[in-house]
């Protein structure tokens, strides 16, 4: 079972690699692995230099997930360093599951890809400086009624952070 499982994530990430090497939209796109288990105080760093100051972006937070996964929604905080010092900090909450618990994503097998709206959704974000900026992501999940957030998610196997240009 553990083989065929292996098997099945290495043919996903191949796919995957393969449609996104052929998307002309995407000015940055980069996973990172997450070890058996999301915890807490890990933060998921991404580093990118502006594209330009002129055109107007689209930018998601990417991650796939497992069956494993058990929450409806996700708690993210997710933090933009700008060249210039300027921080912007959001707690953002994604809906993961549908009402009936089926796991929401893109994905035939047990793993699921999500493409989730950090900014350019209502309005296209613009880079305001040209230089390096970095994204930190770190989950902030809570079981209903507890105090202390969750130690170790389980589920999430990769995050990814993507810059698209806007249509």
Not at 2 to 25: R, Y
Request: proline share 3%.
């Amino acid at each position: 079972m553990q083989k065929k499982t292996n098997w099945v994530i290495l043919l996903v990430a191949v796919c995957s690699v393969l449609i996104i090497g052929c998307d002309s939209n995407a000015v940055y796109d980069e996973y990172r692995s997450v070890p058996n288990m999301w915890h807490k105080d890990s933060v998921i760093d991404f580093s990118f230099k502006s594209p330009d100051t002129t055109n107007n972006y689209n930018l998601y937070v990417n991650l796939r997930n497992t069956n494993d996964y058990e929450f409806n929604n996700l708690y993210l905080i997710v933090q933009l360093n700008h060249p210039n010092g300027k921080v912007i900090k959001d707690t953002l909450e994604y809906k993961m599951a549908a009402p009936n618990g089926e796991l929401l994503g893109a994905g035939f097998t047990d793993v699921k890809e999500n493409k989730l709206w950090y900014r350019g959704y209502e309005t296209p974000y613009q880079f305001s400086e040209d230089g390096d900026y970095k994204v930190s992501i770190q989950h902030a999940m809570r079981k209903n009624g507890e105090v202390y957030g969750v130690d170790e998610l389980k589920g999430i196997t990769d995050i990814g952070f993507r810059v698209e240009q806007a249509q």
